[in-house]
């Protein structure tokens, strides 16, 4: 038995020896695993709440994932302040170094995204890129008044001062680019004293390979060494909601979202029961709204909008021979115009939306108008005016002083005749009276 037992002993410790061992290789990482990770986003867009909650969240899987750095390759015309700021404060808060990329040539980082740059742990840009032009303008597209348009920029300046100062960078060229509108190319930027950005890279790689153990100094004073030498670079794009959402934050695709919004509930108001073109442009307009939040509007020119479409329904209920249509028309191609009003032509709406919308939704209206005209100057079907008329055959002999039958829409009457008619004949219809017709001979001279 003493044997038995210390071989079952000397199994078992066999087997705990082997599970240990696994264990450790299964808690090991990976050979590759152990290269420093880097994680690497995409914004082309204007810088808003859908681009704003995607920034953020890659950082904090930055933060999550003890990734080495996070480089943003940045293009955009630039946004709204609020998200700006609100992706300023969770670069400045984040544990994870993160540099900002304006790329590839030929791309720029104006307004809002200027200030993304400078609050950034590391600046680099492209060459033939350029950044700048940071003076604030009204939300809603209104030129503002002096007083407000200084106290706007000189609270955007001091933010700029602080994130310069905070950073190390050229503090005078950074108020410069929102007091004066300044702008900034990529070898501008680099040779000033001191320079608004750290490095010039054409592309990502390139930017990891000049970063390698450099020195960068935080937002609270602290330094870290950034080890990107062989890193393992994590691409994150957006979600599928965050892309709809952006897509849908464009002002050519609001516009076409809100005309197409009001075309289905039109169709739903001339055609009641319809039910797919009422939800289908509530979901439009909903979503144009969203959109309309985002961009800077001109609500003068969304309310000429509205009353060019509000002119077009008249037009189905009140006969105005086409003036309704025609000031409908205009009012939407002069609202069109005025919706946005920005100085970016990311923010502009170009006519070759604009016509083709205007004249669609004009055409459309005016085929709707001629069948209505048609549907009223065509003959009653039904009803007193659907019998005049209307053909007929004598059952019996008919004169003006003896009352007879007729047949006609498949129905037996009693009619009178204005002059005799002969059993057989055919008559024709040309007054009612109760259950009573009035006929005549239907004789081609007798038209």
Known sequence: MC???????????????????LAQDVGRPATGSTSPLVLSAEVDSIIHPVSAEYMVEVISRADAEGASLVVFTLRTPGGLVDSTREIVSKMIAAR???????????????????????????????PGTHIGAAHPVSGTGQPMDEVTSKKAASDVAAYARTLATKRGRNVMLAEQAVNDSRAFTDGEALNATPPLIDVVAGSVPELLQKLNGRTV????????????????????????????????????IAYILMSLGTLGLMIELWSPGAVLPGVVGGLCLLLAFFA????????????????????????????????????????????????????????????????????????????????????????????????????????????????????THGEIWRANATEPVAQGDRVRV??????????RPDRPHAA
């Open 96 to 126: 994870t170094p993160v540099a900002v990329l304006v790329a590839p040539s030929g791309a720029r980082a104006a307004s809002a995204g200027f200030i993304i740059v400078l609050a950034s742990d590391v600046a680099a840009m492209a």
């Open 217 to 252: 100094t935080r937002f609270d004073g602290k330094t870290t060494v950034l080890h990107t030498a062989g890193a393992r670079v994590v691409s994150v794009e957006m979600n599928w909601r965050q892309r709809i959402l952006g897509a849908i934050a464009h002002p050519e």
């Open 3 to 21: 044997p038995r037992l210390l071989r079952a002993l000397s199994g078992i410790l066999v087997c705990l020896g082997c599970a240990s061992l």
């Open 292 to 407: 309309f939040q985002v961009l800077p509007v001109n609500y003068a020119g969304l309310l000429l909008i509205l009353f060019g479409l509000v002119l077009f329904i008249l037009e189905v209920k009140v006969p105005s021979f086409g003036l309704l249509t025609v000031g409908g028309l205009v009012s939407l191609v002069l609202g069109s115009m005025m919706l946005t009003d920005s100085a970016l032509p990311e923010l502009q709406i170009g006519w070759r939306v604009i016509l083709p919308v205007s004249l669609t939704l004009a055409g459309l209206m005016t085929f709707l108008v001629r069948l209505g005209i048609a549907a009223q100057r065509k003959r009653p079907e039904t009803g007193d005016a659907g019998m005049i008329d209307a053909p007929g055959e004598a059952m019996t002999a008919i004169a003006p002083d003896r009352e007879g039958r007729v047949q």
């Open 430 to 439: 040309v007054g009612i009276d109760g259950l009573i017709l009035t006929v």
